[in-house]
């Protein structure tokens, strides 16, 4: 039976890359161990349950080399180790003495749930996510995609040439990673502007997506709107986002995640437990921080400390209902759409991969439960990835997209402000800089190579959009802050080395060993 | 990614143990050339120091003369520039932009640093310079690449291209297809747009 429409849920995983060799136990590197355990692990047991259930389905997930290259790391795998038996240990201890009733069956769940996580992150998948994300694709249930290398906003690089090292090191990480070419990019902040897509074009990438307006906004109005892609001269495709698909979800004030029934993020014991517990199980030094187990549920707008006990089984509940609901409301959507155009319209709903399991709690049971609906239950709608939406509708609107993001504004403001603007100089001098040493140094010696090659990691790390973000939204500004300082200066005092020829090999050792990213980079991609 | 000192050649450890003064390398053996750099090496502490220190301010100011132009929001650019004026006879200058073949906005400004938010028309392609008069005649000192100032609305074109593209050949075949924009599609649109304008996304963190 034909189907009305297609539904292709699109999840960016992201995080920048933080890693401190220097330090034992830092507090930023909880970002990545918070978002394998409460995000990347659900996802990838919700798709392989779907799979076992036999569930044909499509959902697709970009993956970006500084997320891949920190899953890879050692030392951060170790360390994410180390944190999931922490918690371990610290629920044992609490479930199987103090606690009572309502609180100790919740320490047990959360028990269960990390002693789970941890058997599938080192039993199933020997510690290695990338691979099973990457059978995930290879049984074509998973479409991943890549991203710029370090997830730089690209219409805010003045330089074409690093434009272009932008997308070529992410299309080389992805493919080291996932042994073959990525068909998609998500732009990072899914901003654009004219003359990206020829760069995306030369590196084999097929499709992107942009917020709704990148697509309405274009040369040539669309005829289908967001319900089907346009394609630029040079051979890219452009989806856009449905806003109606990805407000049920997201929105602040209407989004499902926001049902009372549902895991009160704010709420977390790090903040409750005496310091002794805190020292012994999550910080040595005895600083609260979100542990990542928290027990209490929205319960409606009340203080922190007015909340009450989450109830899984009726946060699970809800699960089904929104899960119901959100088919439901796609079929409509299809239904109607189909009625004004004459193609099987594609509804195109992006989000942060965090927001499921991080963010909200219960977002990747919300993820397999609307996957397994649709597959099983709907006559009207069926889930597809955009490269097979391309493969079915070959032939579309030519158009050149609109400039736009999907940050605040639609626009750059959230990275290009008062308060980030300093960032951007810098970033075009070093740019140019490095075109020069590479088109200078054509035959260094080995420590000159790996001077220049640390010099191009500490200018991409740089160019990350996340500083600027964490910076204008008011959240780890200090350090933020001091990361881009951090890797400006090095960049500096590197090529002060590199000129005065007394390069301090210690410093560079740390230097490779801290800012890891792409272990295989040679410096003359900036030539 | 860091490279092991047993992976590497004779000739490789002897520029490393070059680096670090090592006496006597050349008559070393390879196991004890890496013996005398792991030796060698300074204390972690010392490299904790450098580490606090360029998380300091940026002690160098950008040497070289650059003037950028980016996309801000619809109408707005931001503008930035940096000139070592030393060997101009002058400081007093003046910022163009323009727009097309049109100047748009001409303000005196000093040509060694400044920056700036500037509104200009929405969706043209401008491009920004920075110079000084000399006997009635402007004389450039820096330019900048042209960008396309964001858009906030659709435009009204009413022509229609369609294509499949060659993903081998990188390029797009053309197609003649029938489809015309219809009424309600039109309408959908001034909806989506409405509607993508008023959601409020949640980010976390926060935006």
């Known amino acids: 039976m034909n189907k009305k429409g297609f539904l292709s849920i699109v999840l960016h995983s992201h995080l920048p890359f933080v890693k401190h060799p220097e330090e034992e136990f830092f507090l930023e590197e909880n970002w990545l161990y918070e978002a394998i355990s409460e995000s990347y692990l659900p996802l990838y047991i919700a798709f392989t349950n779907l799979k076992e259930k036999s569930a044909k389905f499509q959902i697709t997930m970009s993956m970006t080399p500084p997320l891949v290259s920190m899953l890879q790391d050692n030392l951060l795998l170790k360390r994410f180790n180390r944190y999931l038996k922490n918690r371990i240990e610290l629920l044992k201890e609490e479930f ?80 080291k990673a996932f042994g073959r070419e990525p068909r998609g990019i998500w732009l990072a902040e899914c901003a654009y502007t004219l003359g990206i897509d020829r760069i995306l074009s030369k590196h084999g990438i097929k499709f992107t997506i942009l917020d709704t307006h990148g697509i309405l906004y274009a040369d040539m109005p669309p005829v289908y709107g967001v319900s089907a892609p346009i394609i630029s001269e040079s051979g890219v495709a452009f989806f856009g986002r449905d806003p109606e698909s990805s407000k049920q979800v997201w929105s602040a004030l209407e989004g499902y995640p926001g049902d009372f029934n549902y895991r009160e993020f704010y709420r977390d014991i790090g903040y409750d437990l005496p310091e002794g517990l805190i020292k012994k199980y999550l910080h040595p030094a005895g600083f609260s921080f979100d542990s990542g187990i928290k027990l209490h549920k929205i319960t409606g707008k009340v203080p922190l400390n007015k909340k009450e006990s989450y109830d899984r089984n009726k946060a699970m509940e809800m699960v089904e209902t929104h899960a119901g609901n959100f088919m439901f409301n796609r079929e409509l959507e299809a239904k109607y759409l189909l009625g004004i155009i004459d193609r099987e319209p594609i509804m195109l709903a992006p989000f942060d991969a965090e927001l499921f399991g991080h963010w909200w709690f219960e977002g990747p049971d919300f993820l397999e439960s609307v996957l397994d609906k649709v597959y099983n239950f709907s006559n009207v709608i069926e889930t597809i990835n955009p490269y097979d939406y391309l493969v079915k509708y070959p032939v579309n609107q030519i158009s050149e997209p609109s400039t736009s993001s999907w940050g605040d504004g639609g626009y750059f403001k959230v990275w290009l402000n008062e308060g980030t603007d300093w960032i951007y100089p810098y970033l075009h001098v070093m740019g140019q800089e490095m075109i020069t040493l590479a088109k200078k140094y054509k035959n260094p010696t080995l420590l000159e190579k790996r001077l220049l090659n640390q010099m191009s990691r500490e200018l991409l790390l740089a160019e990350s959009s996340d500083w600027a973000f964490l910076i204008s939204v008011g959240t780890a500004v200090n350090y933020a802050t001091n990361m881009e300082k951090f890797h400006i200066n090095a960049f500096y005092t590197l090529e002060q080395e590199l000129n005065n020829k007394k390069i301090n090999l210690n410093f560079l050792e740390y230097l490779e060993e801290k800012d890891s990213i792409f272990p295989f980079i040679d410096y003359n991609i900036f030539k | 990614m860091r490279e092991k000192y047993e992976d590497m050649n004779k000739k490789e450890l002897l520029q490393i143990a070059k680096v670090y003064g090592i006496k006597g390398r050349h008559k070393m053996k390879k196991e004890d050339l890496i013996k005398a750099i792991k030796k060698g090496k300074k204390p972690l502490k010392e490299i904790k120091k450098i580490e606090e220190n360029l998380k300091g301010e940026i002690k160098k100011k950008t040497l070289q003369d650059h003037l950028e132009l980016l996309p801000k929001e619809p109408g707005v650019v931001f503008v930035n520039w940096q000139v070592d004026t030393a060997c101009l006879e002058t400081n007093e200058g003046e910022l163009k932009l323009v727009g097309g073949k049109k100047e748009i906005l001409d303000l005196p400004v000093k040509i060694s640093e400044g920056k700036g938010y500037i509104k200009v028309e929405e969706g043209i392609t401008v491009k920004a310079t920075i110079g000084f008069k000399k006997r009635g005649h402007f004389k450039t000192v820096i330019s900048s690449e042209s960008i396309v100032v964001p858009r906030g609305s659709a435009l009204k074109k009413t022509e229609l291209k369609w294509g499949k593209i060659d993903f081998k050949k990188r390029k797009v075949e053309k197609k003649t297809v029938t489809t015309k924009p219809t009424k309600e599609m039109e309408k959908k649109k001034k909806k989506l747009e409405k509607e993508a304008k008023k959601i409020k996304y949640i980010r976390y963190p926060k935006e």
């Open chain 1, 96 to 175: 199987s003495s103090t606690a009572k009733g309502e609180i100790k069956e919740l320490f047990k769940f959360y028990y269960d749930r990390y002693q789970d996580l941890y058997r599938v992150f080192n039993d199933e998948l020997k510690g290695d996510l990338i691979y099973g994300f990457g059978e995930l694709f290879n049984e074509g249930l998973l479409e991943l995609i890549t991203c710029s290398a370090t997830h730089e906003v690209l219409p805010l690089e003045i330089n074409d040439k690093i434009k272009e090292v932008q997308v070529y090191l992410g299309v080389e990480t992805f493919i």
